[in-house]
């Protein structure tokens, strides 16, 4: 008396070479592993392009561009990935004009890693534009020698913890955001509500 949806595919797209765009496509459903490549992952291929699509419910990670310069996620609509809606390392990357929203939908332990975008060891890169909100945990994260980074003029709200969390870093650029009403998961019974913006083991 039940319908029971089993995914066999770990991804949808996974680059084999450079100077690729990836555009108006909808793609949902994979069975990746946390913190593994997303779904959609330029494979370390540089000159990638993901641009309006709507990308969701892979179970780790939706879209991963890393190793890689001239990368851009530009215009999609990002959501609900079971662990996080981009990530992205040792990339020089922009992500501009997305809605990145109600991501780690799996439950991931945030103690772990979980939220809207996590970023690690990963210079110029640049996310503007964007509206951030409803992810469990952090909103936009950077982590671990991210340096030269620019978050601007987006909107980030309603996020579990941080809005942005800058960690482990150098040389960041925070300015022309709006943020509200991040930070109020209940925990144990409680509210804690933590800062809109962290900064955490950083400098400029």
């Given at each position: 008396g039940h319908t029971v949806e089993v995914t066999t595919r770990t991804r949808w797209?996974?680059?084999t070479s450079g100077d690729v765009t990836i555009e108006g496509f909808t793609m949902k459903?994979?069975?990746n592993p946390g913190?593994?490549?997303g779904a959609l992952t330029n494979n370390g291929y540089d000159n990638w392009t993901v641009r309006n699509n709507d990308l969701s419910w892979a179970h780790?990670?939706?879209v991963s561009l890393g190793g890689a310069?001239?990368?851009a996620i530009t215009g999609n609509n990002i959501h609900h990935g079971g662990q996080y809606g981009i990530t992205g390392s040792n990339a020089a990357?922009?992500?501009r004009d997305n809605e990145i929203h109600h991501n780690n939908a799996e439950n991931f332990d945030p103690n772990w890693a979980a939220g809207g975008m996590k970023n690690a060891a990963s210079v110029h890169l640049v996310v503007s534009g964007n509206d951030v909100h409803h992810n469990d945990w952090t909103g936009l994260w950077r982590d671990e020698?991210?340096?030269d980074a620019t978050y601007s003029n987006n909107r980030v709200h309603h996020n579990d913890r941080y809005g942005?969390?800058?960690e482990i870093s150098d040389h960041v650029k925070v300015f022309g955001n709006v943020l509200w009403e991040n930070g109020w998961r209940e925990t144990d019974g409680h509210s804690y509500q933590q800062s809109a913006v962290g900064i955490i083991a950083s400098r400029d």
């Open positions: 797209v996974v680059g459903h994979a069975a913190l593994a490549k780790g990670v939706n310069t001239g990368l990357l922009e992500v020698a991210c340096n942005i969390r800058v």
